[in-house]
C-alpha cells in the first residue's frame, strides 16, 4: 500500500492551518476520518480521504454568514460515512426501524428525537465530528443491551 509522501504531509498541514484546526481537534479529525493518530500513519487511499475532506471543510467556511464569529472557531461536520453508519445501525436497534423499516418517516422522527434528548442535535447532519463518533458508540451500545436481553 502507498505511503505518504512529503508532500502530502505539507499539503495536509497547509489545509489544515487554513481550516483553523488546533492540534487537539486535528487529531480528532484524524481519527473520524481515517482512523488514525498522525497524518504519518496514512496509507493508500485513506490519504485523499482525509485532503478531501479538509478541502470540502475549508470551502463550507467560506460560506458562512457575516457577524456569525469566526469561521476558525466552527467544529468539524459529522463526515458521510457517519451519517450513513448512524442511519445503518439506527435502523437495526431502533423499534421504528424494525416496525416501519429503516428508511421510513417515523423512523427518521425517532432518531431526531434521540439526538435531541442525548446530544441537543435537530438531526444527524447537524453532528460534529466528535458527536458523531459519540451517537455511534451510543447507538452500538443500544444494540448490544438489546442483544443480550434476548439471549
Not at 463550507?60 to 472557531?73: I, Y
Not at 425517532?110 to 451517537?135: C, N, S
Request: glycine share 10%; aromatic share 6%.
Amino acid at each position: 500500500m502507498m505511503k505518504i509522501s512529503k508532500g502530502q504531509i505539507k499539503k495536509i498541514k497547509v489545509l489544515q492551518r487554513a481550516v483553523g484546526l488546533g492540534d487537539d481537534g486535528y487529531r480528532e479529525m484524524l481519527w473520524g476520518v481515517a482512523r488514525v493518530k498522525s497524518c504519518k500513519d496514512l496509507k493508500g487511499p485513506k490519504i485523499s480521504l482525509v485532503i478531501k475532506h479538509l478541502e470540502k471543510c475549508l470551502g463550507k467556511q467560506g460560506s458562512g454568514v457575516r457577524g456569525q464569529g469566526s469561521a476558525r472557531n466552527l467544529p468539524l461536520k459529522a463526515t458521510e460515512a457517519q451519517l450513513l453508519t448512524i442511519r445503518r445501525l439506527w435502523g437495526r436497534v431502533s423499534r421504528a426501524g424494525q416496525e416501519w423499516g429503516p428508511e421510513s418517516a417515523q423512523a427518521h422522527q425517532a432518531l431526531k428525537a434521540f439526538l435531541w434528548g442525548r446530544f441537543k442535535a435537530a438531526a444527524p447532519e447537524w453532528l460534529t465530528l466528535a458527536q458523531a463518533q459519540r451517537v455511534i458508540e451510543a447507538i452500538k451500545a443500544m444494540g448490544r443491551r438489546e442483544q443480550a436481553c434476548n439471549m
